[in-house]
T-cell receptor, first 113, second 115 residues
Framework: AQSVAQPEDQVNVAEGNPLTVKCTYSVSGNPYLFWYVQYPNRGLQFLLK??????LVKGSYGFEAEFNKSQTSFHLKKPSALVSDSALYFC???????????FGTGTRLLVSP | DTGVSQDPRHKITKRGQNVTFRCDPI?????LYWYRQTLGQGPEFLTYFQNEAQLEKSRLLSDRFSAERPKGSFSTLEIQRTEQGDSAMYLC?????????????FGPGTRLTVT
């Protein structure tokens, strides 16, 4: 069965500092990995994905994520955080044999001025 | 390019009533998904369609839930005899089946409150 773990309920970072939001996954086949962001009372907005290829993937708004197969991790990163990055971030995985996305419980990112 | 739209955005209903939600996917997308999100949780998969065919249903989709996608365009999700436990955000997403596209694009959701 597919599963995703986001070990931190909340991450606090000062504006201008680098940020990391952690995600680990479990799938039986090849993983397709995604990060989404959710602002209050809004749907989910796609940030980036890893399907195959380079382990470092770049996405929207300066975000990037590093795929680590041995550690089954897909951490979200940004070199310099903005206050406007404050939101709820979800990691999701799709097993290569299935269509549905399985989401983690989300990590709230709070960037202070 | 318009995104995924959902209607209504909010619905308050009394326990035992039936409700129906609508989702309009991105126009060229042939896959459509329904998810449910409760407070403090990530979205949970309910069902998905490829064109008009409903190909997978989650165990979360009890007999009171039914989804349709006539003509492979918009979709409706109906909940009969609503219960307080049905209170949640119902999210619709769509995607295009190509070899290079895997991400799902989400609508703004319909927030259901059952009183």
């Amino acid at each position: 069965a597919q599963s995703v773990a986001q070990p931190e309920d909340q991450v606090n970072v000062a504006e201008g500092n680098p940020l990391t939001v952690k995600c680990t996954y479990s799938v039986s086949g090849n993983p397709y990995l995604f990060w989404y962001v959710q602002y209050p009372n809004r749907g989910l907005q796609f940030l980036l994905k890893y399907i195959t290829g380079d382990n470092l993937v770049k996405g929207s708004y300066g975000f990037e994520a590093e795929f680590n197969k041995s550690q089954t991790s897909f951490h979200l990163k940004k070199p310099s955080a903005l206050v406007s990055d404050s939101a709820l971030y979800f990691c999701a995985v799709r097993d290569s044999g299935f269509q549905k996305l399985v989401f983690g419980t989300g990590t709230r990112l709070l960037v202070s001025p | 390019d318009t995104g995924v739209s959902q209607d209504p955005r909010h619905k308050i209903t009394k326990r035992g009533q039936n409700v129906t939600f609508r989702c309009d996917p991105i126009s060229e997308h042939n896959r459509l998904y329904w998810y449910r999100q409760t407070l403090g949780q990530g979205p949970e998969f309910l069902t998905y369609f490829q064109n008009e065919a409903q190909l997978e249903k989650s165990r979360l989709l009890s007999d009171r839930f039914s989804a349709e996608r006539p003509k492979g365009s918009f979709s409706t999700l109906e909940i009969q005899r609503t219960e307080q436990g049905d209170s949640a955000m119902y999210l619709c997403a769509s995607s295009l089946v190509t070899s290079a596209t895997y991400e799902q694009y989400f609508g703004p959701g319909t927030r259901l409150t059952v009183t």
